[in-house]
């Protein structure tokens, strides 16, 4: 049981690349969800997922699209990388019973 | 709005005090959940407690307590007799009860001397 996985753990990308974070977790919860984490604002909610086929914006979702295609992956694209987008990254899932588990995050820098 | 303040940037106290992280929090719905969170210098988060909006029972785990109060708004989390591996930013968050999604405070971070 591997609980909330992603990968890359590190990331470096030029303005304009894009890439994908992958994030699985293999407890069949329903919830997933990316965050990102800057220095000061704690995490903020970027994309989230109530099931498969089921997605929605969170607070910061410009720049980064989502899909949900199964119960156990929700990848984050990110369409063209900017500065601003320099981050770390965290993905996480949850039951009904509300409690989020995390994986271990994904150091995102773009220069 | 949701939203969660922690006033506290950053403490720094000698090991063995007992320490207080402070949490306020704003909604307007009557059912939600409080958590908090902890961030060791590793980077992974930790889970350390959920608490529902209709129970207002303190939690006490070990050297952990949690004071809930819905008057005032506010879910504290003392740490007694601190160590310096309790040394790490921790955070408080609020969901609804849809979608789970999280609103989370800045962060405190605590710094544990020896």
């Known amino acids: 049981n591997a609980g909330v996985t992603q990968t890359p753990k590190f990331q470096v990308l030029k303005t304009g690349q894009s890439m994908t974070l992958q994030c699985a977790q293999d407890?069949?919860?329903?919830?997933m969800s990316w965050y990102r984490q800057d220095p000061g604002m704690g995490l903020r909610l970027i994309h989230y997922?109530?099931?498969?086929?089921?997605?929605d914006q969170g607070e910061v979702p410009n720049g980064y699209n989502v899909s949900r295609s199964t119960t156990e992956d929700f990848p984050l694209r990110l369409l063209s990388a900017a500065p601003s987008q320099t981050s770390v990254y965290f993905c996480?899932?949850?039951?009904?019973?509300?409690?989020?588990?995390f994986g271990p995050g994904t150091r995102l820098t773009v220069t | 709005a949701q939203k969660v303040t922690q006033a506290q940037t950053e403490i720094s106290v000698v090991e063995k005090e007992d320490v207080t992280l402070d949490c306020v929090y704003e909604?307007?719905?009557?059912?939600?959940?409080l958590f908090w969170y902890k961030q060791p210098p590793s980077g992974e988060l930790v889970f350390l407690i959920r608490?529902?909006?209709?129970?207002?029972q303190n939690e006490i785990s070990g050297r952990y307590s949690w004071n809930f109060q819905k008057s005032t708004s506010s879910f504290n989390f003392t740490i007694t007799a601190s160590q310096v591996v309790d040394s790490a930013v921790y955070f408080c968050?609020?969901?609804?009860?849809?979608?789970?999604?999280?609103?989370f405070g800045a962060g405190t971070i605590l710094r544990v001397k020896s």
């Open positions: 407890m069949n919860h329903e919830y």
């Open positions: 997922s109530v099931g498969a086929g089921i997605t």
């Open positions: 996480a899932s949850s039951s009904v019973m509300h409690e989020q588990y």
């Open positions: 968050a609020l969901s609804m009860e849809y979608g789970n999604k999280l609103v």
């Open positions: 909604t307007r719905d009557t059912t939600y959940y």
């Open positions: 608490r529902n909006s209709f129970d207002e």
